[in-house]
T-cell receptor, first 112, second 117 residues
Framework: SQQGEEDPQALSIQEGENATMNCSYK?????LQWYRQNSGRGLVHLILIRSNEREKHSGRLRVTLDTSKKSSSLLITASRAADTASYFCATDAQGGSEKLVFGKGTKLTVNP | GAVVSQHPSWVICKSGTSVKIECRSLDFQATTMFWYRQFPKQSLMLMAT?????????EQGVEKDKFLINHASLTLSTLTVTSAHPEDSSFYICSARVGFSANYGYTFGSGTRLTVV
């Protein structure tokens, strides 16, 4: 079943602009992760934020987590054409099952 | 970094035949691997959890006799799609977590595009 729900489903911006994607989930989590997928390829792990963290940075990526609202956001600053991809949030639910449950994803297009 | 190697990257097979997909952890041991299925423009759906030395755990609605999973060693898990039909055409991806803590992300294979004709 889908846990995370991203919005928007699709986002088109110009190079240099910032891109913000949001994710909501339903159950208590150990952590929330963001992944990137280029068309027809596997997923690349971008960043993991633990349930006791509120914000995390990695290069041009900034992730926030609000456990009270069960939501997270991924901000990509100064976007590049190479950032064009689909972005998924995934939750690692409490209970130790190790299963990742993915959201529906946001298709980001960065126009040069 | 940790790498999961998945083969083949694409395969075309005839209806009724079986196809085997392999996932290997190259520089770490993976006691658990996960198999996902992804339809075009959709998200990943977990099919099963592959456990080294024991039976796989299948998600609800996934036919275990249709999708055979074998995890015979700490570095290799295989998914066999048996008696494939056109509706089995999809993108299949495996993953494993590096480390035992919930603080680690997962490493994914590059995926296998299966087309059944």
């Amino acid at each position: 079943s889908q846990q995370g729900e991203e919005d928007p489903q699709a986002l088109s911006i110009q190079e240099g602009e910032n891109a913000t994607m949001n994710c909501s989930y339903k159950t208590s989590i150990n952590n929330l992760q963001w992944y990137r997928q280029n068309s027809g390829r596997g997923l690349v792990h971008l960043i993991l934020i633990r349930s006791n963290e509120r914000e995390k940075h990695s290069g041009r990526l900034r992730v926030t987590l609000d456990t009270s609202k069960k939501s997270s956001s991924l901000l990509i600053t100064a976007s590049r054409a190479a950032d064009t991809a689909s972005y998924f949030c995934a939750t690692d639910a409490q209970g130790g099952s190790e299963k990742l449950v993915f959201g529906k994803g946001t298709k980001l297009t960065v126009n040069p | 970094g940790a790498v999961v190697s998945q083969h083949p990257s694409w395969v075309i097979c005839k209806s009724g035949t079986s196809v085997k997909i392999e996932c290997r952890s190259l520089d770490f041991q993976a006691t658990t691997m996960f198999w996902y299925r992804q339809f075009p423009k959709q998200s990943l759906m977990l099919m099963a959890t592959s456990n080294e030395g024991s039976k796989a755990t299948y998600e609800q609605g996934v036919e275990k006799d249709k999708f055979l999973i074998n995890h015979a060693s700490l570095t290799l898990s295989t998914l066999t799609v048996t008696s494939a039909h056109p509706e089995d055409s999809s993108f299949y991806i495996c993953s494993a977590r590096v480390g035992f803590s919930a603080n680690y992300g997962y490493t994914f294979g590059s995926g296998t595009r299966l087309t059944v004709v």
